[in-house]
């Protein structure tokens, strides 16, 4: 059994790692409180902006304005990899980043072995790791975090749509973490671009019969860029608010830990200190009986 400096020692560093990961967790539960909120304010506006572009599927169907949703032979992609700047997260970033290596080794292990498959990091964390892995990070945006907003997003958006335009890239994916609750993110893979044409299986369905002004194929060219920035900028939010929801409750699970590792050694403690006066009563009980023979 340790020596009772040792354990007190060790007691003092469980007692400060548990404050340290206590005022963690609150920090990430008032932070993750503003990023949820961001995401379900967003949410049912980016649906709404999706049910009606699916209404204009004729349109993209006949080849009007749809140079957005051309499917092309996979030849190039990008994948834009969305991580976080800081660790303490649990698994949040190492998922993201084993899934992109799946993506690379797996699902375009043709296009990677010709160089053909190109990474767009957002998030400090996956860009360290990618680029110690030596692989093709064209562009880092961590940047985006210090002030996540429309505005600083939208020419970010608009350059990978130019870049499919001109055909630089033939596919465009995104691989985030999107946010379900606290304690839950879904692993997500998603396709920014070309635009995915949705028809329902159910023909039943009936659409909204919307009146457009001007007409349908000038509404087509417009919406189609409003919905891939406000796509994109929900998944930023999504991994946003994800991240704060898996550090929060890392730091719950740690602070739980360092509680118990700290019942653990206070009573090993106490049985060392127990241990230590016993052992002194019975030299001096020894040391007397000796004395009076």
Do not use: W
């Amino acid at each position: 059994m340790a020596n009772l400096k040792e354990i007190r020692i060790r007691i003092a560093s469980v007692i400060s790692t548990r404050q340290i990961t206590s005022a963690m967790k609150m920090v990430s539960a008032a932070k993750l409180r503003k990023a949820q909120d961001a995401i379900l304010q967003i949410r049912p506006y980016a649906g709404k902006l999706h049910d009606i572009l699916m209404s204009l599927v004729d349109s993209l169907a006949a080849g009007e304005g749809n140079e957005y949703a051309q499917e092309r032979d996979p030849g190039r992609i990008l994948l834009v990899v969305i991580t976080s700047n800081k660790g303490l997260c649990g698994a949040f970033n190492s998922n993201v980043v084993k899934k992109t290596l799946q993506l690379i080794e797996e699902d375009y292990a043709a296009q990677s072995a010709k160089g053909n498959v190109h990474l767009l990091v957002i998030g400090k964390k996956g860009n360290d790791f990618f680029k110690s892995r030596s692989l093709p990070v064209i562009d880092n945006q961590s940047q985006l975090y210090d002030r996540l907003t429309f505005e600083n997003v939208s020419p970010l958006v608009e350059d990978l749509m130019d870049k499919f335009l001109r055909k630089e890239y033939d596919r465009i994916i995104l691989v985030y973490n999107q946010f379900k609750n606290a304690a839950v993110q879904l692993l997500t893979v998603e396709t920014f671009l070309p635009v995915k044409i949705e028809i329902p299986k159910d023909q039943e369905v009936i659409h909204p019969d919307y009146i457009f002004e001007p007409t349908k194929e000038i509404m087509v060219k417009e919406i189609i860029p409003k919905s891939l920035k406000i796509q994109f900028f929900k998944a930023l939010l999504d991994s946003f608010a994800a991240e704060h929801g898996a550090r929060m409750t890392a730091m719950y699970k740690a602070t739980d830990n360092a509680t118990e590792l700290l019942n653990n050694l206070r009573l090993n403690y106490n049985k060392a200190r127990q241990a230590s006066i016993t052992n002194e009563i019975l030299e001096i009980v020894s040391g007397a009986n000796a004395l009076g023979k």
